[in-house]
């Protein structure tokens, strides 16, 4: 069992709905939730970054953390066009500050 | 600030031949890493440095040496290129737990 699970996708909408993507993990150490977007052709950058169960906002993201199932999701409202590209989830248990990512959602917004 | 940079873009090298990645950072991090990427993998770490002079294996190692020449700089070379290490290769550093990824080397081996 891989320590992060990830749907791959592709996931496409249209522009307004609301996206959930969502990843799974194994290790009940990990501390540290993140998520990262990459655009085609460039590094992922960070997104959201949340150490405690519950809800995190910021704008129209929300990345959402249950300890008790070991499940993250990030839920995007009023979706845009230029949100289109893919999202990978990435854990840390502290050590090093080394991430394990999921292997990515790939997000189409259509017009 | 520039935060991370690599070099070069895109590389096309011959089986068995060698080279090396350059990777630099101006945030002044501790920590810096060398991630390969593949379809259907994601991310991987290949090795990782949490301080100048250390460093140390990560996930997939085979193949690649690395060197920390200074606080800045972390280089990733591949001694014999094989058509397996084909990927896109991101440096990264880090401020705690955050990371901070550099724009990607393309790496082609025929």
């Known amino acids: 069992q891989k320590e992060v699970e990830q749907d791959p996708g592709p996931l496409s909408v249209p522009e307004g709905a609301i996206v959930s993507l969502n990843c799974t993990y194994s290790?009940?150490?990990?501390?540290?939730f993140m998520w990262y977007r990459q655009y085609s052709r460039k590094g992922p950058e960070l997104l959201m970054y949340?150490?405690?169960?519950g809800n995190k906002e910021d704008g129209r993201f929300t990345a959402q953390v249950d300890k008790s199932s070991k499940y993250i999701s990030l839920f995007i409202r009023d979706s845009q066009p230029s949100d289109s590209a893919t999202y990978l989830c990435a854990i840390n248990t502290g050590t090093a500050s080394k991430l394990t990512f999921g292997t990515g959602t790939r997000l189409q917004v259509t017009l | 600030n520039a935060g991370v940079t690599q070099t070069p873009k895109f590389q096309v090298l011959k089986t068995g031949q060698s080279m090396t990645l350059q990777c630099a950072q101006d945030?002044?991090?501790?920590?810096m890493y060398w991630y390969r990427q593949d379809p259907g993998m994601g991310l991987r770490l290949i090795y990782y440095s949490a301080s100048e002079g250390t460093t140390d294996k990560g996930e997939v190692p085979n193949g690649y040496n690395v060197s920390r020449l200074n606080k800045r700089e972390f280089s990733l070379r591949l001694e014999s290129a094989a058509p397996s290490q084909t990927s896109v290769y991101f440096c990264?550093?880090?401020?705690?737990?955050?990371?901070?990824f550099g724009p990607g080397t393309r790496l082609l081996v025929l």
């Open positions: 945030m002044n991090h501790n920590s």
């Open positions: 290790n009940s150490a990990f501390q540290y």
């Open positions: 990264a550093s880090s401020v705690r737990e955050t990371q901070y």
């Open positions: 949340t150490y405690s169960s």
